[in-house]
C-alpha cells in the first residue's frame, strides 16, 4: 500500500514538474525579441536590340511632311543623270526602336555597269560619286540649295563605293536626324564621259543600308564591358 501511494506521489510531482517546464519553456519564448526583413519585388526583364530607319518627304518648298520607313524602299534617290556638279540629298532618322544601347552603321550598297570614257579607259562611275553626311535639325533641316548641301559634308565625304557613317544612340528612343549628301563634284572630267560609240552609258543603282549592333554600356555584377 506504501508503494502504491509513493508511486502516485511520484507521477503527481513529475506532472507537476512537466507542466511547470511547459509554463517556463511558454513564458522565455514570448520574452525572445523578433525581426525579419524582406526584399521587394525585383523585375528581370530581357533586352532587345531593335533599330529603325525612316526617310523624310518633303513638299516643294522643302519643308519636311513625314516620315516613311526605309525598309526596301526604292525611291530615295531621283533618276536623274549624273554629272559634275549633280546632288542628291536623302534625310534620315534613325532611331533606338528597343531597349539595349546600340552603336550603328551607315553604308551604300552598291551595283553598276562599267562603260568606257572618251579616253579610252575603263570607268565606274562610283568612282567619281561621293558621299557624305551632316547632323540636321529634325523640322528644318533642309537645305535650301545645291552648294550649301554639297559644302556641308565635303570635307568628310567619302568615295560613295566604300562609304560608311558611325553612330551611337545609347538609350531607347534616341533618334539621330542626318542628311546623306551624294554628289560628283564639279572638277570630274572626261574621265567620266563615256563614249557612246564604244559602249553604253555607265549605270548606278544605290541603295543605303544600315546595321546595328550592341554598344558597351549595360553592366552586370562584375562590369560593363562584357558588351564589349
Known amino acids: 500500500m506504501y508503494n502504491v501511494k509513493r508511486t502516485k506521489s511520484a507521477l503527481v510531482l513529475s506532472v507537476i514538474s512537466l507542466v511547470m517546464c511547459c509554463v517556463l519553456l511558454l513564458g522565455s ?3 525572445w525579441f523578433t525581426d525579419s ?5 525585383n523585375k ?3 533586352g532587345n536590340l531593335d533599330v529603325k530607319m525612316e526617310y523624310a518627304v518633303l513638299d516643294e518648298t522643302g519643308a519636311f511632311t513625314e516620315w516613311k520607313d526605309a525598309n526596301g524602299a526604292d525611291s530615295l534617290f531621283t533618276d536623274g543623270l549624273w554629272e559634275p556638279g549633280h ?4 534625310y534620315l532618322k534613325i532611331s533606338n526602336a528597343g531597349s539595349l544601347a546600340l552603336k550603328y552603321q551607315l553604308a551604300m550598297s552598291i551595283s553598276e555597269t562599267q562603260a568606257v570614257n572618251v579616253n579610252g579607259d575603263s570607268f565606274k562611275l562610283s568612282d567619281y560619286i561621293k558621299s557624305g553626311v551632316a547632323e540636321v535639325n529634325a523640322e528644318t533641316g533642309a537645305f535650301t ?3 550649301d548641301a554639297i559644302n556641308a559634308v565635303s570635307a568628310s565625304a567619302e568615295k560613295v563605293n566604300g562609304f560608311t557613317k558611325e553612330g551611337e544612340l545609347l538609350n531607347a528612343q534616341d533618334t539621330a536626324y542626318l542628311a546623306m549628301v551624294v ?3 564639279d572638277d570630274v572630267g572626261n574621265e567620266a564621259n563615256y563614249d ?6 555607265p549605270a548606278i543603282n544605290m541603295g543605303i543600308t544600315l546595321i546595328a549592333t550592341q554598344a558597351q554600356k ?3 555584377s562584375f562590369s560593363s564591358d562584357y558588351d564589349a
Do not use: Q
Open 87 to 90: 546632288a542628291e540629298v536623302v
Open 44 to 46: 528581370i526583364m530581357a
Open 145 to 147: 540649295s545645291r552648294s
Open 183 to 185: 554628289y560628283m563634284p
Open 37 to 41: 526583413v524582406s526584399t521587394g519585388v
Open 29 to 31: 519564448t514570448f520574452a
Open 218 to 220: 549595360e553592366s552586370d
Open 196 to 201: 557612246s560609240l564604244k559602249s553604253a552609258a
